[in-house]
T-cell receptor
């Protein structure tokens, strides 16, 4: 069955540094991959979507890469700020299948 | 304002007492979905709907029912709630399957 892993349960970095989060998947080939941010007790908020034929996508301080050979997506936040502290969820998505989220990585940006 | 509205936000109830969590979206979205989120288990899909009168099971559908009689509404029904259904529930909608989803603020259910 399909499996999604996100690098670590928690990641601490210093303000101003680049945070890099990893999403690995096995046993399926997603057509695209989505990243969401979730704050405690709140619903996830969509950030970026990248398709299988796209290598990289950017939005302001965010960058996502998608390597279908490695079955991996990397999510980067440059010039990180304490306000970026949240849990980040990836969701590799394949047409016709139910939606599955990864377990999430809790990011803490320390001032 | 584009939004997904869930009610109630909080509910404490007892085993076996039927309950319904409502979900409504004002974006004319075709796709709607219910998730539950539990510590250590993450966000798991319960049921989803591609369009009116079309629903399908997600990963954890046991003990739940849904209906999609109108495009904007997608209620989640627990016919006979049990303590293992104590969880944080989210409703979400998107323009179509696979598109970015908009989530509601969540419903925290406690089944005693």
């Amino acid at each position: 069955s399909q499996k999604i892993e996100q690098n670590s349960e928690a990641l601490n970095i210093q303000e101003g540094k680049t945070a890099t989060l990893t999403c690995n998947y096995t046993n399926y080939s997603p057509a695209y991959l989505q990243w969401y941010r979730q704050d405690p007790g709140r619903g996830p908020v969509f950030l970026l979507l990248i398709r299988e034929n796209e290598k990289e996508k950017r939005k302001e301080r965010l960058k996502v890469t998608f390597d279908t050979t490695l079955k991996q997506s990397l999510f980067h936040i440059t010039a990180s700020q304490p306000a970026d502290s949240a849990t980040y969820l990836c969701a590799p998505t394949k047409d016709g299948q139910n939606f599955v989220f990864g377990p999430g990585t809790r990011l803490s940006v320390l001032p | 304002e584009a939004q997904v509205t869930q009610n109630p936000r909080y509910l404490i109830t007892v085993t076996g007492k039927k309950l319904t969590v409502t979900c409504s979206q004002n974006m004319n979205h075709e796709y709607m979905s219910w998730y539950r989120q539990d510590p250590g288990l993450g966000l798991r899909q319960i049921y989803y709907s591609m369009n009116v009168e079309v629903t399908d099971k997600g990963d954890v559908p046991e003990g739940y029912k849904v209906s999609r009689k109108e495009k904007r509404n997608f209620p989640l029904i627990l016919e006979s709630p049990s303590p293992n259904q104590t969880s944080l529930y989210f409703c979400a909608s998107s323009q179509s399957w696979g598109q970015p989803q908009h989530f509601g603020d969540g419903t925290r259910l406690s089944i005693l």
